[in-house]
């Protein structure tokens, strides 16, 4: 089966600018993670949908970070305005369900560099 | 959150046993105990999890021990594909809700 699909893999914008990521998680599965991974970090957990409702948003910078999942399918995340530290790799990940024995598929991510 | 240690770096030989220590003192009686690795410019990728007996899957083995407050990951023969950050993580529901990434252990193997 296809993997967690993310775009762009890289990409670099100056502060106090827009960007926008975007996932397509594997096919059939209803819960979907975006997670930030600042270099020599392990990710952290930004928000996690159940379909199209967010489950858990408490550490995602609200006044500048926002994500949806309209569809219930794939999800955009956007930064505005983006700062310095907000360089890291954005990974997107996929799980088929909130249950136990339940693993989670991630994508390669997206690099931002913020100059 | 329940917290996990690790040592920040180990290193082994190919084809070689690699054993990865994992100390979560503070585990709870639900926590399930989860491992993913990060291959360099990777997505994190599961290996495996259990909660109390010992698991085994075709990329790994792991041991909880009978207290549960430390467990390790066993490569039975390690190849240079293998060199990869690894994450022990609990799960308060088993599944990959919330899962809470710490530093992790750089393993590398020397051929």
């Known amino acids: 089966e296809a993997g967690v699909a993310q775009s762009p893999r890289y990409k670099i914008i100056e502060k106090r600018q827009s960007v926008a990521f975007w996932c397509n998680p594997i096919?059939?599965?209803?819960?979907l993670y975006w997670y930030q991974q600042i270099l020599g970090q392990g990710p952290k957990l930004l928000i996690q949908?159940?379909?199209?409702?967010?489950?858990?948003d408490s550490q995602l910078p609200k006044d500048r970070f926002s994500a949806e999942r309209l569809k219930g399918v794939d999800s955009t995340l956007k930064i505005q305005p983006a700062k310095l530290e907000d360089s890291a790799v954005y990974l997107c990940?996929?799980?088929?369900?909130?249950?136990?024995?339940?693993?989670?598929?991630f994508g390669q991510g997206t690099r931002l560099t913020v100059v | 959150d329940a917290k996990t240690t690790q040592p920040n770096s180990m290193e082994s030989n190919e084809e070689e046993p690699v054993h990865l220590p994992c100390n979560h003192s503070?585990?709870?009686?639900?926590?399930?105990i989860h491992w993913y690795r990060q291959l360099p410019s990777q997505g994190p990728e599961y290996v495996i999890h259990?909660?109390?007996s010992n698991v085994n899957n075709r990329m790994a083995s792991l041991a909880i021990a009978e207290d549960r407050k430390s467990s390790t990951l066993i490569l039975h023969r390690a190849t240079l594909r293998d060199a990869a950050v690894y994450y022990c993580?609990?799960?308060?529901?088993?599944?990959?809700?919330?899962?809470?990434f710490g530093k992790g252990t750089h393993l590398i193997i020397q051929p």
């Open positions: 096919s059939g599965h209803a819960t």
């Open positions: 259990g909660l109390t």
């Open positions: 503070t585990i709870s009686g639900t926590d399930y």
């Open positions: 993580i609990l799960s308060p529901g088993g599944g990959a809700d919330g899962l809470t």
């Open positions: 949908f159940q379909n199209n409702g967010v489950v858990d």
């Open positions: 990940a996929s799980s088929r369900q909130r249950a136990k024995n339940t693993e989670a598929f």
